[in-house]
């Protein structure tokens, strides 16, 4: 799942007309894209071939330094913190779950 500022980003990749229309849409109260706008973005992206392709494009497009580098390795939990709070940027009360999510995860792998 990815935030909503890079679910606009993952659409105008894919749809880059549909997203200038989007984005021309009246906003909100805040400014900010309408919750219809948003919707309507996500409404794009739902499909299985979009959102399976979202976590490579977040992380060719969105975080490609930490793409490149690698991935964190299932032994090394400090990159796997560097990884998480420099290249999906959780804050760090959020790396203990997600870290034994991680664990949880590769121990599947390896069964």
């Not at 805040?30 to 948003?38: M, P, V």
């Not at 793409?67 to 964190?72: E, L, M, R, S, V």
């Not at 998480?84 to 940027?89: D, L, N, P, S």
Request: hydrophobic share 40%.
């Amino acid at each position: 799942m990815i935030s909503e500022s890079f679910v606009s980003q993952y659409v105008s990749f894919l749809f880059p007309e549909k997203a200038a229309e989007l984005t021309a849409a009246p906003k909100g109260p805040d400014g900010q894209a309408s919750n219809e706008t948003k919707e309507a973005r996500l409404a794009l992206v739902y499909g299985d071939e979009e959102s399976f392709g979202s976590g490579f494009w977040f992380l060719r497009h969105a975080i490609p330094d930490y793409f490149d580098k690698g991935i964190p390795k299932d032994d090394d939990p400090e990159s796997f913190k560097e990884f998480v709070t420099k290249g999906i940027v959780v804050g760090e009360e959020d790396v203990p779950k997600r870290l034994a999510l991680w664990d949880t995860v590769n121990k599947a792998f390896k069964a």
